[in-house]
């Protein structure tokens, strides 16, 4: 049975769809015919709109004439696969940190891997039940739903040559921002909240939301590695062997 046809065979499903949040837009790429119309309706479902495009250039195209909340990226595409695409995007200025889910039709360890040193923020092998698929958006989408509300004191964390804003998930390194995807964000976060302290990968793997808490822990590797790069020239994520990692950062010199 064609995948399209098996997620059309869901509808029936038990879960009933929020209606208290903004219905978030999501942009589909993938050029497999059958997926995209039932996809799109079980979105529904949950007050979620879902767009798609079969080509990564349409969903370039898309991605730079609309605002989208996420981005759900098949590896197998035309023109180009979804790795080279997720890294096309994270390219991008205007949309570089959109949330990103890989679809891999394997789920073999070395897709995710790469995934992950591109820039996604979670991945699902195919097939895959639409509810996961769905879930698995909406967490990435939380983290990003609250921006706009000014900083309480507590939830501005500051350090010399960089500041935290958890509430509008904002990084200033030396005073300019830094894009980060979701992932990136919550690894800092978690790190910032408290300096000094050594997380080992079990402990961030089962603390960071929206990856399983089984996945493999060079994962967390991968992100560490992402974030340092963008967090240059400063060198406040330290690894201690055989233990885990820790923000050694001093607290701003005007900070509280």
């Known amino acids: 049975m064609p995948f399209g046809l098996v997620i059309a065979a869901q509808f029936n499903a038990r879960f009933a769809a929020p209606h208290n ?36 250039s349409e969903g370039l195209a898309r991605l730079r004439a609309q605002d989208y909340d996420a981005a759900i990226l098949d590896v197998m595409l035309p023109e180009m696969d979804g790795f080279a695409l997720c890294r096309e995007i994270r390219a ?28 996604a923020d979670d991945y699902l092998p195919k097939p895959f039940e639409p509810r996961e698929l769905v879930a698995r958006v909406q967490t990435i989408l939380r983290r990003q739903r609250v921006r706009a509300a000014p900083a309480a004191p507590d ?42 302290t050594v997380f080992s990968r079990d402990d961030i793997l089962n603390r960071l939301r929206g990856q399983e808490a089984d996945l493999y822990t060079r994962a967390v590797d991968i992100v560490v590695s992402r974030l ?21 950062a001093a607290p701003a010199q005007d900070a509280p």
């Open 155 to 196: 939830t501005l964390l500051r350090f010399e040559g960089l500041s935290v804003d958890l509430t509008r998930r904002q990084v200033l390194r030396q005073g300019e921002a830094v894009a980060l995807t979701s992932t990136e964000f919550e690894l800092l976060a978690l790190l910032a909240r408290e300096p000094g």
């Open 21 to 56: 949040l903004p219905m978030p837009r999501i942009l589909l790429i993938d050029d497999d015919t059958h997926l995209a119309a039932p996809l799109a309706s079980y979105f529904a479902r949950f007050d979620c709109t879902l767009d798609s495009a079969q080509r990564p």
């Open 228 to 248: 340092r790069r963008k967090l240059e020239p400063l060198d406040c994520i330290k690894t201690l062997r055989n233990a885990g990692y820790t923000l050694a």
């Open 92 to 119: 991008q200025p205007g949309f570089g940190d959109i949330p990103i889910v890989m679809l891999t039709a394997r789920g073999d360890v070395m897709d995710r891997v790469v995934g992950l040193e591109m820039g």
